[in-house]
């Protein structure tokens, strides 16, 4: 099973801002606190893919064979200590050292938590090896869009998010959701980089 054949439409957004219904999720992750650009970010990153690979390679004979290399990244801020933070100044509100992330790479549903922790006991090898778990999450309704270039420039297209979840009567309600499309790697050119922003989202009361 290719993950992102399987998913296409998950893997899927319009460069104009639009609304779309996700549904239940699992995934094998890691989390983390503070800024994305930060070594340790980039390094938890790395590593996930590292496992993700034996993980494929845990069933790869079988008939539950699956490939998944796409990267996701879900960000919050504790609400409680810092406020409501909405989709469009979401990097811009609050000290970035207060953010809370974690770094996800979709699974097919029949891998679980279980298998995730047998692959790490035989590859601690890995850097943050005991860190990872089985995650799933239930988006529901969203607002997304296509985000092209460099990651500095979401400061300018999630204002833009923010205004159609306004004109449509939408607040946002739970994690900002990124999808890394195309690969980077800490010092590549980040011209080319195809990310989709997520945001759920419900009805203002």
Known sequence: MNIYEQ?????TAQEKPEVVHIDKASYVSI?????????IFYE????????????????????????????EIFYWFDQ???????????????????????????????VTSES??????????IPFVN?????????????QLMHSGPFAGELQTLPVLQRFATENGFKKSGMHHEIHLTNF?????????QTIL?????KQK
Request: net charge neutral; aromatic share 12%.
């Open 44 to 71: 938890k990153k790395a590593a996930l893919k590292e496992f993700i690979v034996a993980l494929e390679k845990t069933s790869a004979l079988t008939d539950q064979a699956f490939t998944s290399r796409i990267a």
């Open 198 to 202: 997520r945001d759920p989202v419900a």
């Open 80 to 110: 409680d200590k810092v406020g409501f933070v909405d989709i469009g100044r979401f990097y811009t509100t609050v000290d970035l050292d207060l953010l809370h992330y974690r770094i996800s790479i979709r699974i097919p549903d029949f």
């Open 131 to 143: 860190g990872f778990e089985h995650f799933t999450y239930t988006a529901g309704t969203c607002v």
């Open 116 to 125: 995730i922790t047998q692959t790490a006991a035989q590859r601690q090898d």
């Open 31 to 39: 989390l983390g606190k503070g800024s994305p650009g930060t070594t």
């Open 185 to 193: 790697e800490v010092g590549e050119s980040q011209a080319h980089l």
């Open 7 to 11: 998913y296409r439409s998950y893997f």
